[in-house]
């Protein structure tokens, strides 16, 4: 956690917590980063879904993800209107692939210098509360 | 089927036009183009606005159409309703369809589009995918910028090599008097042009304009009759592989890899045909990687194809001789002027910008976030 406080989120910023995905918000708050695994065909995804994306089972469990994961790719966002964005700018947002097969996430990396991102690098799940319900997945370099 | 009549809209910027007015002005110059009477069209498709609202450019028009379609899938929304004709057309469910898009996209909304536009509800009012981005702070722009960067993690494509596409663009916009930039740039330019989400720059964005435009699409024994230049549609497909871009199931191919074979399959041609290519510039990456998935560069090898001058009046493959997004015209989509400037290649009527001997031109349309792809093969002759 970075230690802001969950008041510093602005609300439009947090999403509904739609069904499907209760689990995976109920997770974060914890600390826990939860993402869905089929039963059918063994692959991970995320964002959590009714049915399988990979094959359309909708045979799903939830486990506990690592947290770990791969860069595959990232921008550096230098020029963004909305705010609390506008004033943090520039900011690394970075495609993850999770150590589990299939599950990729969209997450900032507020911590990581933008000169130093990286395709490939290593990163690790860290989260940053929003409000009671929700915390938010970033990502951060020191696995 | 045959495209027998194209329009479009004053522009770039016409702060005293509506949207709607737009479209109507377009669809008007279309008809007029085409030597039809108004009455004459029995289908009408447009996308962008949602809420009927081909019902209500049908009120407004004066139309009563009894074939619509409001296929909204993004920018090349217009590529799929020209395949949606092209088989109604084909089935004999309908005789002639106007295609109609306009938008006061600059004057209304002003150029916020791709770099953050305050979403009135927030996340909880968005569509459930985007509302896992939405609060990361990815913007339009960057989500184009992701996959951009992995072309190059990919395959050693350049800036410079993007930033050549802009350049040979406004090469083509320097000859079209309604384009939005007609002062030449240099690659170093685009460059130095403020960085926006890495890797892309200002100059590697398409312009936000004002603008509209309408095609006319009948069969072709009525086509005959009206003594314009043929124009055939030879082959159409379309697709998509996502929604939002963390599910894009590889960032360096998108659905052109299949609706670019498939529509050249039932033209009857190859890539090696084509004369003319106008392709959704919405950023340079996009003409990069669509260049590569319609086959007119190998896979990776999009970025020597550009900087080798291909895209140039006088290259390999002239592509978007209108000035294209990147310069000159782009009032929130853009998929319809791609078929619009294809006819006129066809046509011989491009003036400065003309292709001599075009007989084949292509039209692609991009939609989205690279999610939405659609090609038209257009040509002088029958498949």
């Known amino acids: ?143 | 089927m045959c495209v027998v009549g194209v329009g479009l809209a004053d522009g770039p910027k016409t702060p005293e036009l509506s949207a709607l007015m737009l479209q109507a002005q377009a669809f008007g110059r279309a008809v007029a183009d085409s030597g039809l009477k108004k009455d004459d069209i029995d289908g009408l498709a447009s996308a962008g606005y949602g809420g009927m609202h081909e019902v209500q450019l049908a009120e407004y028009l004066g139309l009563r159409p009894h074939w619509l379609d409001s296929t909204s899938c993004g920018g090349s929304s217009f590529e799929f309703h020209a395949l949606h004709a092209y088989r109604a057309i084909q089935a004999g469910d309908v005789d002639t369809v106007a295609i109609v898009y306009g938008n006061n996209e600059l004057s209304a909304a002003g150029r916020s589009l791709g770099t953050g536009r305050a979403g009135g509800g927030g996340a909880a009012a968005m569509p459930y995918p985007m509302s896992w981005e939405f609060p990361t702070g990815l913007t339009l722009i960057g989500a184009y910028a992701m996959a951009a960067q992995r072309h190059m993690h990919q395959y050693g494509t350049t800036s410079e090599q993007l930033a050549s596409i802009s350049v040979q663009t406004r090469e083509h916009a320097a000859r079209n008097p309604h384009a939005m930039y007609r002062d030449p740039i240099t690659i170093d330019d685009v460059l130095s042009s403020k960085l926006v989400a890495d890797p892309l720059h200002k100059l590697d964005s398409c312009v936000i304009s004002d603008g509209g435009c309408a095609i006319i699409l009948t069969t072709e024994d009525r086509a005959r009759e009206l003594g314009r230049p043929m124009v055939y549609v030879r082959g159409a497909a379309a697709g998509m592989t996502h929604h939002s871009i963390q599910a894009m199931p590889d960032l360096t191919v998108t659905a052109g890899a299949v609706t670019g074979p498939k529509a050249f399959a039932e033209a009857g041609i190859t890539a090696a045909d084509v004369d003319t290519f106008q392709m959704y510039d919405s950023f340079t990456y996009t003409v990069l990687v669509c260049l590569e998935d319609l086959g007119f560069a190998p896979k990776g090898e999009g970025g020597p194809f550009v900087a080798s001058g291909a895209l140039g009046l006088g290259g390999a493959l002239p592509t978007n001789t209108d000035g294209g997004g990147l310069s000159a015209t782009h009032p929130g989509m853009r998929g319809l002027f791609l078929l619009c400037e294809a006819t006129r290649q066809l046509r011989g009527e491009a003036g400065d910008s003309q292709v001599d001997g075009a007989e084949i031109a292509v039209a692609h349309g991009s939609g989205g976030w690279l999610s939405t792809m659609g090609t038209v093969v257009l040509g002088t002759e029958p498949a």
């Open chain 1, 1 to 143: 956690m970075s230690g802001d406080t969950v008041s510093e989120v602005p609300k439009y910023l947090i999403p509904r917590i739609s069904p499907e995905a209760a689990e995976f918000f109920a997770g974060t708050v914890r600390d826990e980063l939860r993402v869905q695994r089929c039963r059918a065909c063994g692959l991970h995804h995320h964002y959590p879904r009714m049915a399988c994306p990979h094959c359309g089972s909708d045979d799903l469990e939830w486990i506990t993800a690592s947290g770990l994961g791969t860069v595959h790719s990232y921008t550096v966002i230098r020029q963004q209107g909305i705010p609390p964005f506008n004033e943090q700018v520039p900011f690394v947002v970075a495609l993850v692939d999770l150590e589990e097969p299939g599950a990729r996430f969209i997450a900032q990396m507020p911590t990581l210098a933008p000169e130093d991102a990286a395709i490939g690098i290593r990163v690790r799940a860290a989260f940053q509360p929003a409000s009671e319900e929700v915390s938010f997945v970033e990502f951060v370099t020191d696995v």
